[in-house]
């Protein structure tokens, strides 16, 4: 069973950046790299969201609302996915989430999840 730790929330202004972390163990780095990966993020009122993902392969895709803002990216050989957040805005204040899944499957592991606040 994967178990998922992200770090790296906190609090800036409009227009910060932030760069979450999210580590995995319980598995292999081989076993790592056969899953896809994936940023979600919820916040009060609202449904959890897919925010970003990169796939086992390397593909990449963003929501809309982020593009051109946020870069995920992976390490297999650390089992780490990272999420970079750049010109932040007070809509992107959630909590974020590390999800992973193999194949077709939905994402169900999940870890603990990281506040991001932006505010002025």
């Known amino acids: 069973q994967v178990q998922l730790v992200e770090s790296g929330g906190g609090s800036v202004q409009p227009g910060g950046s932030l760069r979450l972390s999210c580590a995995a163990s319980g598995i292999s780095s081989l076993f790592f790299t056969l899953r896809d990966m994936a940023w979600f993020r919820q916040s009060p009122g609202k449904q959890r969201e897919l925010v970003a993902a990169?796939?086992?392969?390397?593909?990449?895709n963003y929501h809309d609302s982020v593009q051109g803002r946020f870069t995920v990216s992976r390490d297999n050989t650390k089992k780490e996915v990272y999420l970079q957040l750049t010109d932040l805005k007070p809509e992107d204040t959630a909590v974020y989430y590390c999800s992973t899944k193999m194949g077709r499957d939905t994402y169900t592991s999940w870890g603990q999840g990281t506040q991001v606040t932006v505010s002025s």
């Open positions: 990169v796939t086992s392969g390397g593909t990449k």
